[in-house]
Structure formats: C-alpha cells, structure tokens
C-alpha cells in the first residue's frame, strides 16, 4: 500500500491509500475515492476529463504519445499536468501529490 493526496477543486486535501498490485491508475484511485473525476474515455487517454496537476516532486514514468497528444487539446494545461488514467499506481509514487485540474465549461 501506498499513500498519495488528492487535493479537489474546493483546496480540500484526500490522502488515500491505495493498493499497488492490482494495477489501477490514479482516475480509477480518484473514483473509488468518488472525487469528481469523470474518466469518460474509460482510461484509453481519448478525453481529458481526468487532468490533475502534479504536486509534488515525485518522479513519473514518461509522458507517452497519446497523452502529449490530448493534453495539446484540454483546457487549463499547465506545465504539470498529466492524464490521471495514465498514471499506474506503483511503490514508487508513495507520496504523490496531485490537484484536479479544474472541469472544461
């Protein structure tokens, strides 16, 4: 298990603890959590209804094409942003930190 901290678009902090051997990512985290996360796409990074801002300094596996691609075409991208349903939960994001990025209107 491992904890991270979801910080929702009021500013209230979530820490959750999350299993790292059943393969979930951090939008399938931030639902079970029932966070205002829609992942409309189902995780195949075709929307971006899971945008976070990353928090912390914790290091991520590398942003791959397809991500790249649909954050190009989201609304209040930041240097930080990432797809939630890209990013596995593994050992090595205890202490993740990440913000929801707020929701297009």
């Known amino acids: 298990m491992i904890e991270?901290?979801?910080i929702?678009?009021?500013d209230n902090k979530h820490n959750v603890e999350v299993p790292t051997d059943?393969?979930?990512n951090?939008?399938?985290?931030?639902?079970?959590?029932?966070?205002p996360v829609k992942g409309t796409c189902g995780g195949m990074a075709l929307c971006s209804t899971c945008h976070v801002y990353v928090e912390s300094d914790t290091e991520l596996p590398e942003i791959q094409d397809?991500?790249?691609d649909m954050l190009d075409q989201a609304?209040?991208?930041?240097?930080?942003?990432r797809l939630g349903c890209q990013i596995k939960m593994t050992d090595s994001l205890d202490g993740l930190v990440v913000?929801?990025?707020p929701e297009a209107e």
């Not at 609304?75 to 942003?81: H, L, Q, R, T």
């Open 75 to 81: 609304f209040f991208v930041e240097d930080n942003s």
């Open 99 to 101: 913000k929801l990025a």
């Open 8 to 10: 929702d678009r009021e």
């Open 26 to 35: 951090l939008m399938e985290v931030c639902k079970a959590s029932e966070l």
């Open 22 to 24: 059943m393969g979930l």
């Open 4 to 6: 991270i901290t979801i």
């Open 66 to 68: 397809a991500e790249e």
